[in-house]
């Protein structure tokens, strides 16, 4: 079982929908992070967060420490959110641990 | 502020030869992490250097990989004998000091290909 794992693998969406993304990991983290990498391969660093909930434009990523869950919604989806999510955690000695992956594609 | 910096962006060697890849961190910024991105496979941890220290290598290879970051000048991945199974992304992110809180600024990746 992998220590981070992410759900759904896969993710077809009309623009306009709200989008949920969801991480569960099973190791003592630092902090967790929410990446999206385009179809290009760069990897973009939208969240880093140890509790709660941060807001980004569109995108909300929450973090229940107890539940060892996150999840990042993107709300009124639109093509160019189309890209794959990567939850990864910093566990207690600061590796990065990757889930793998969320492929999102949002159709107009 | 210009942010990671990796180069080559893009490196074809053949079976055998060196491959040698650069990152410069982020201005300020004195830890580096190397990932390597398998096709169709996620990221992986690889190495996580300070400057002139390796602090944690336990995801890189024990035979043919090596990195360094000097006091001066980028930091360097560098794969002896390359195989096709290097064949990968590989990507730096930088941080600017160890704290729990460790936000990770990610270059543009090199992309291996191994003929």
């Known amino acids: 079982k992998n220590e981070v794992e992410q759900s759904p693998q896969n993710l077809t969406a009309q623009e306009g929908e709200f989008i949920t993304i969801n991480c569960s990991y099973s190791?003592?983290?630092?902090?967790l992070h929410w990446l999206q990498q385009h179809p290009g391969g760069g990897i973009v660093s939208l969240f880093m967060?140890?509790?709660g909930k941060k807001k980004h434009g569109r995108l909300i990523a929450t973090i229940n420490i107890q539940e060892k869950h996150s999840s990042l919604h993107i709300t009124a989806s639109h093509p160019r959110d189309s890209a794959v999510y990567i939850c990864a955690v910093s566990d207690n000695n600061n590796d990065m641990r990757f889930g793998a992956g969320t492929r999102l594609t949002v159709k107009p | 502020n210009a942010g990671v910096m990796q180069n080559p962006r893009h490196l074809v060697r053949r079976r055998g030869q060196e491959a040698r890849l650069r990152c410069s961190p982020m201005?300020?910024?004195?830890?580096v992490y190397w990932y390597r991105q398998l096709p169709e496979e996620g990221l992986k941890f690889m190495v996580y250097?300070?400057?002139?220290?390796?602090?944690?290598e336990s995801g890189m290879p024990k035979e043919r990989f090596s990195a360094e970051f000097p006091k001066e000048g980028p930091s360097i991945l560098r794969i002896q004998q390359v195989v096709r199974g290097d064949s990968a992304a590989y990507f730096c992110?930088?941080?600017?000091?160890?704290?729990?809180?460790?936000?990770?600024?990610f270059g543009p990746g090199t992309r291996l290909t191994v003929l």
């Open positions: 967060l140890s509790s």
């Open positions: 201005k300020g910024h004195s830890h």
């Open positions: 190791v003592g983290i630092s902090a």
């Open positions: 250097l300070q400057k002139e220290n390796i602090i944690d």
């Open positions: 992110a930088s941080s600017p000091s160890i704290t729990s809180y460790n936000e990770q600024f």
